[in-house]
């Protein structure tokens, strides 16, 4: 009987430290996620490159985000929002666009055609479903929303978790909602802290020197510029050269 109850808990014991099976999603460095399972991505540089899912049905909600030339200037491209759904278990998987996307004609040329690929880490291609995911309207867009009705009408097994996430976030204010999809709920730094602090507008205002400044060693905030744009100038300036390439990021993606 002792060396049964041994077993047991050594096989217990086994069982609990056994590695969980899941999915880990990875993007093109042209690609900003959106929504990874249902769950909000945000901007932050305590951010993993790699996100995770859990096995089975899934679905990710992404968009292309980067600059583009434009008759010699450089030009903010968001693409349309794109959701893919996949069923895959214990896979590491790697999404990017089928094209290179340098110029504001390309851009515009991916829009008619998306196309992209999804690979494990064997570099073979998975199965998935690519659709936009269509706008519910209005100035700013609820990704959540936008996914529990689309999955309403094309994925009723998948419709209930994403209506749950949708309602939760309801009862958050706007502004506030906002900031935190772009800027996630990881532990602060200044930066984040200040972008958390300005306005819409101060926030556009600081975007436009920073991507025109992008090239220079150091930005140069006007002095008439209020407080926080000040602030995040000299957080700017004081962030590591890949800190500075996710500002950058953020920054394009608005």
Same mark, same amino acid.
């Given at each position: ?12 014991? +086994? ?13 093109? @460095? ?13 901007? %932050? ?22 600059? +583009? ?7 903010? *491209?968001?693409?349309?929002?794109? +959701? ?9 998987? *790697? ?19 998306? %196309?992209? @690929? &999804? ?5 073979? %291609? &998975? ?78 205002? *600081? ?9 220079? @060693?150091?930005?140069? &905030?006007?002095?008439?510029? %209020?407080?926080? +744009? ?5 957080? *700017? ?18």
């Amino acid at each position: 009987m002792k060396v049964i109850k041994t077993l047991f808990v050594v096989g217990a014991m +086994v069982a609990s430290f056994a590695p969980r099976a899941e999915v880990n999603i990875d993007f093109h @460095s042209d690609i900003s996620p959106l929504l990874v399972g249902g769950d909000i991505v945000g901007y %932050s540089f305590f951010d993993k490159s790699v996100y995770t899912m859990d096995d089975g049905k899934g679905q990710i909600v992404f968009r292309i985000s980067k600059l +583009v030339d434009k008759l010699g200037e450089k030009e903010k *491209f968001n693409s349309k929002a794109y +959701v893919v759904t996949f069923d895959e278990t214990n896979q590491e998987l *790697f999404i990017e666009p089928d094209v290179k996307i340098t110029r504001l004609e390309q851009a515009e040329a991916f829009e008619v055609e998306p %196309s992209f @690929s &999804i690979k494990n880490k064997q570099g073979q %291609s &998975i199965k998935f479903i690519l659709d936009e995911l269509p706008s519910l309207g209005g100035i700013s867009r609820d990704y959540e929303k936008e996914l529990a009705k689309y999955n309403k009408k094309h994925y009723p097994e998948l419709a209930v978790a994403s209506a749950t996430i949708a309602t939760a976030s309801e009862s958050e204010p706007v502004q506030q909602k906002q900031k935190e999809q772009s800027l996630g709920n990881n532990e602060p730094n200044m930066f984040e802290y200040w972008v958390k602090q300005a306005s819409n507008s101060e926030v556009e205002q *600081f975007a436009d020197i920073a991507l025109e400044g992008r090239k220079m @060693s150091a930005l140069t &905030i006007p002095n008439d510029a %209020s407080q926080p +744009v000040q602030m995040l100038g000299y957080w *700017f300036n004081k962030a590591s050269v890949e800190e500075k390439k996710k500002i950058l990021a953020y920054l394009i993606s608005l």
